[in-house]
């Protein structure tokens, strides 16, 4: 790039650098800069001839002789070469010019790698014009990410943002060349420079960026597992989208918390010795009388994984079922817990489905805890255990249990076709909140398949996204609504559907809660909630417990349940 005709003097000091005069008396030296007060503009053709090289026509004065005397100290082979001074210039560029700096210090820790100014043909820095500067050299530009004279604020539409800019050029243009030229330097140079030289470049480099900066990305990218949102705010920290910021990061949502983020109590056993523990197991329940503990040392503590393993071995070992073991040597509800604890988590989902359908009477509430609160995956999995171990299939023994719209919407959850990876979209979330406001309160009655098309088709997020916007654009809440047009199961289902895909944590709480609360405890559901949750969202369960109830859920279950029973369900919320 050359300078514009009529420009505004030479390219400004590279950042970090002193002014103009700042080097002592007569500076810079011959080839240099040109003294003060004879600051003009050389004519347009010496102006373009290689752009300040040596060309002829190049500058109307002689290049300094490298490490001559008067050497301003930029490292171009004279005695000022050393620590704290830049390297030696392009081979395009006189002598007495300062050598293209990189304009910022080499990658810092936490910083992106910054461009440099773009470089003319002859090597030198890009011109940074600032006509109201004294003497026509423009002011030094200061350190990056700095508010500066002329110069387009810096970008803040967040990382990696370009260069700030340098201003256009003045209505009235810089002026005319004056008449003399600029001069020659004068006959005896400029003197010798300071004995102490010039002092090694500030701390952090020449034109550091300034606290805060931008930020520093983590070390495996935004958006990336285990990596970190700006702000420092992790990505699976509270398992939420950080909030939106001038220019936004990439197509994050503008919305917030649409994601939750999960922990088990219940994790793998780290010295598993699955020899060891079918020994263990063996020997409790061998002979007269049965060692609780060493039960739940065991069956308390390992991973449903390590258990199907133990489950296996035992019988390689031993010839024996565990399971007819552990039915035969213990009873009552601790039995119930163990049996549970040693069924995989699809089989023991559909023993609970069948037992929720079978007999007389239908237990609505366990079928709709498991229908509407499982993963897709997890839906598949279940369908295909119920078919092989009762040779049924699950949709058929819904539809012959239930009825009406309750029917159709377990049926819909019982698919497993939720769209779980659906990115959220305000505009979309913006619609369907219009969609279900016109299918109830805004209508004479209810059009409940809008409902439930999207509580069942949209993904948890997309979900949340579209409660928020139903609340903005209805007086009543999405929760309200929904007893307002419904009743019976159908609103019971839809307004667990709701909850747990606001708070699926503070679901299972109150699951949990009013399972023991009151005279009386719901087992099958204490039992069911705590084996289903212990290894995937137990301590969010817990701290949501806390949180609503004002007591500690491991001494809600020791003041309702007692003996082996009590004990291995606190072994499973607890953890070691």
């Not at 026509?57 to 830049?86: D, E, H, K, R, T």
């Not at 470089?119 to 030198?124: D, E, V």
């Not at 820095?125 to 990410?145: I, S």
């Amino acid at each position: 790039m050359s300078y514009p005709q009529y420009g505004g003097g030479y390219p400004p000091q590279q950042p970090g650098y002193p002014a103009p005069g700042g080097y002592g008396a007569g500076y810079p030296q011959p080839g240099g800069y040109p003294p003060p007060g004879g600051a003009g503009m050389p004519t347009p053709e010496s102006a373009s001839a290689a752009a300040y090289g040596t060309a002829p026509g190049g500058l109307p004065y002689a290049p300094q002789p490298s490490g001559g005397p008067g050497n301003i100290g930029f490292n171009v082979g004279g005695p000022m070469s050393g620590p704290g001074y830049p390297g030696a210039p392009p081979a395009a560029m006189p002598s007495g010019y300062p050598s293209a700096q990189p304009t910022y210090p080499a990658a810092q820790p936490g910083y992106p790698a910054q461009p440099g100014y773009s470089q003319q043909s002859g090597g030198y820095p890009a011109p940074g014009y600032n006509p109201a500067a004294p003497g026509g050299y423009g002011a030094p530009t200061p350190a990056y990410g700095q508010p500066q004279g002329s110069a387009q604020p810096p970008y803040g539409g967040g990382v990696g943002g370009p260069t700030p800019g340098y201003g256009a050029q003045p209505a009235s243009g810089y002026g005319a060349p004056p008449a003399g030229g600029y001069g020659a330097p004068p006959a005896g140079g400029y003197g010798a420079p300071p004995a102490g030289g010039y002092g090694a470049p500030p701390t952090g480099g020449y034109g550091a960026p300034s606290a805060p900066g931008y930020g520093a990305p983590s070390a495996a990218g935004y958006g990336q597992a285990g990596g970190q949102y700006p702000g420092g705010q992790s990505a699976g920290q509270q398992g939420q989208y950080p909030g939106a910021v001038a220019g936004g990061y990439g197509n994050v949502p503008p919305a917030a918390n649409y994601k939750i983020y999960e922990e088990g109590t219940l994790k793998p056993f780290p010295h598993f010795n699955v020899e060891q523990d079918v020994q263990v197991l063996r020997k409790a329940m061998k002979g007269l009388g049965t060692d609780e503990k060493a039960i739940i040392d065991v069956l308390g503590y390992r991973s449903n994984e390590q258990r199907q393993q133990i489950k296996l071995m035992y019988k390689t070992c031993y010839g024996r079922d565990l399971l007819n073991d552990l039915k035969s040597e213990l009873g009552g509800r601790f039995e119930d817990a163990c049996i549970a604890l040693m069924m995989k988590p699809d089989e023991f989902d559909a023993y609970e489905l069948r037992r929720a359908m079978r007999g007389a009477g239908t237990d609505e509430a366990a079928l709709i805890e498991i229908l509407c609160t499982r993963t897709n995956a997890q839906i598949h999995a279940i369908t295909a255990a119920y078919k092989l171990i009762y040779g049924r299939k699950l949709e058929d023994d819904i539809i012959s249990e239930t009825s009406g719209h309750f029917r159709k919407l377990l049926v819909s959850m019982s698919v497993g076709g939720r769209q779980e990876n659906q990115p959220v979209d305000i505009n979309k979330a913006k619609t369907d909140a219009q969609r279900l406001y016109q299918a109830g309160e805004k209508r004479w009655g209810t059009d409940e398949n809008t409902f439930n098309m999207i509580l069942a088709s949209q993904s948890y997020e997309q979900c949340r996204a579209v409660f928020d916007e139903y609340g903005r654009l209805s007086k009543h809440d999405i929760e309200q609504a929904i007893k307002n047009e419904m009743s019976g199961d159908l609103s019971t289902g839809m307004l667990t559907i709701v909850r747990m895909i606001r708070s699926k944590h503070g679901y299972f709480a109150d699951r949990l809660y009013y399972s023991m609360k009151g005279l009386g405890t719901d087992d099958r559901t204490l039992i069911r909630v705590v084996v289903t949750r212990a290894e995937v969202d137990m301590k969010q369960i817990k701290d949501e417990f806390q949180r609503r109830y004002g007591q500690g859920l491991e001494a809600f279950i020791r003041d309702d349940v007692s003996g082996d029973y009590r004990n291995l369900m606190i072994a499973l919320i607890s953890g070691r």
